[in-house]
């Protein structure tokens, strides 16, 4: 139904802003671990999002000649690994300092994962207000003929 | 006279059509405001309605002579007149090619919100009115 698909559309980014934060959180959590499975520090996570094309309902009734069509929100294209290189610390006394004493720290730079978690709180907000708004000419319809 | 009972607010359904589909466009670009390569739309429809209303004014008759021949004012038919959706291509606002400039889009999703509201109102008046005259003005 079109007028739930409104929702959809801001519903689909609290999603990915929210997926945003949790890698942010994942990202400054392990900012210090310098052990993972692989054997070597843990590396940066990145969300990326892309466009969700319009349904096929409405893909198909455009094709059919009604010149409109509103997409369908946003989603996370996926979760890829940022391969830039390890932060180097001197620290002879860490068991994983290897034979000059230098540690590999993750590269994790938390400046910049806090002022992602500002821009993706910032975009949660800016998806409520535009949810609400929705919302308020929903139930402002409803009044119609009343 | 039972024909144009409902004329006035057909075209405010219209309106109402256009600001619905704008809310969408918007909630749309503001969803998409982080979006790498993502172009913002926006819907017209004010435009063209006005146009269609004032076509009278403006247009002259073309003189044809034979079916095939067009006419030189192209202003549409007000019934015809629909919410479109444009996709603005031309611009970037950021590197990563998104052009969408959320503080524009929440304005314009405050002005939208009140517009919707405004035509309710106004449809609601409407309906009134033939309330009103249903019952003899009691």
């Known amino acids: 139904m079109s007028f739930l698909n409104a929702f959809n559309i801001s519903g689909s980014a609290l999603t990915a802003q929210r997926m945003r934060m949790d890698v942010v959180a994942q990202n400054i959590a392990n900012a210090q671990s310098t ?3 692989s054997g070597e520090p843990y590396r940066r996570q990145v969300v990326t999002l892309s466009e969700n094309k319009a349904s096929f309902k409405s893909r198909l009734s455009a094709a059919m000649g009604e010149e409109r069509t509103v997409g369908g929100g946003v989603k996370v294209a996926g979760i890829e690994t940022d391969m830039s290189d390890f932060r180097l610390e001197y620290d ?7 034979e000059n004493g230098y540690v590999r720290y993750p590269n994790v730079n938390e400046t910049a994962e806090l002022i992602d978690m500002m821009a993706a709180t910032r975009a949660f907000d800016a998806n409520v207000t535009a949810l609400n708004s929705m919302k308020s000419m929903m139930l402002k319809a409803l009044e119609i003929g009343r | 006279m039972i024909r144009d009972l409902f004329s006035s607010t057909k075209y405010i359904e219209k309106g109402l059509d256009a600001s619905w ?3 969408q466009v918007i909630s749309n670009n503001i969803a998409n405001a982080e979006t790498p390569n993502f172009k913002s739309s926006r819907v017209e429809f004010e435009d063209a309605f006005r146009r269609a209303l004032n076509a009278d004014e403006n247009s002259f008759e073309t003189k044809k ?13 007000l019934d015809s ?9 031309e611009s970037s606002m950021r590197m990563d090619g998104n052009n969408v400039d959320i503080d524009k889009e929440n304005v314009e ?10 035509l309710v109102a106004k ?6 009115k033939l309330r009103s005259a249903i019952r003899e003005g009691r």
């Not at chain 2, 999703?109 to 405004?118: C, D, E, G, M, V």
């Open chain 1, 92 to 98: 002879p006394t860490h068991p994983d300092a290897d």
């Open chain 2, 21 to 23: 589909t704008r809310n």
């Open chain 2, 109 to 118: 999703l405050a002005k939208n919100t009140f517009y919707y509201y405004t």
């Open chain 1, 35 to 37: 052990r993972t499975a």
């Open chain 2, 65 to 77: 002579t034979r079916p095939q021949h067009r006419d030189f004012s192209s202003t549409p038919d």
């Open chain 2, 123 to 128: 449809l609601n008046s409407e309906f009134t």
């Open chain 2, 81 to 89: 007149v629909r919410a479109t959706v444009v996709k603005n291509d």
